[in-house]
Nanobody
Framework: QVQLVESGGGLVQTGGSLRLSCAAS????????MAWFRQAPGKEREFVAT????????YYADSVKGRFTISRDNARNSVYLRMNSLKPEDTAVYYC??????????????WGQGTQVTVSS
């Protein structure tokens, strides 16, 4: 069974930084595009960023563009989300997701359990 395990969440002050990690197992990692989503309390889950199979292409939500960077290490079966200049509105549970397709309209097949990010004002 495919597993995606997120880590790196926590409590940070406004303007601070965090780096989220997602470790994948039981998949051929380089065959999958990866993405990060987030869900704040009382809100729908929203797209944050996605990265192609080789890492050569990435897309971001407008709300995080210029502040967040998605990257991947296929040798480590891991995807990362570097988050800088964090704002209270970035507070959410962050999920990583995997799918064979890549793009902005993918319905991701596999999901992690999430990691909480809280940004204090």
């Amino acid at each position: 069974q495919v597993q995606l395990v997120e880590s790196g969440g926590g409590l940070v002050q406004t303007g601070g930084s965090l780096r989220l990690s997602c470790a994948a197992s039981r998949i051929t990692f380089s065959d999958y595009s990866m993405a990060w989503f987030r869900q704040a309390p009382g809100k729908e889950r929203e797209f944050v960023a996605t990265i192609s199979w080789s890492g050569g292409t990435a897309y971001y939500a407008d709300s995080v563009k210029g502040r967040f960077t998605i990257s991947r290490d296929n040798a480590r079966n891991s995807v990362y989300l570097r988050m800088n200049s964090l704002k209270p509105e970035d507070t959410a549970v962050y999920y990583c997701a995997a799918d064979l397709d890549f793009g902005l309209s993918v319905e991701y097949r596999y999901w992690g359990q999430g990691t909480q990010v809280t940004v204090s004002s």
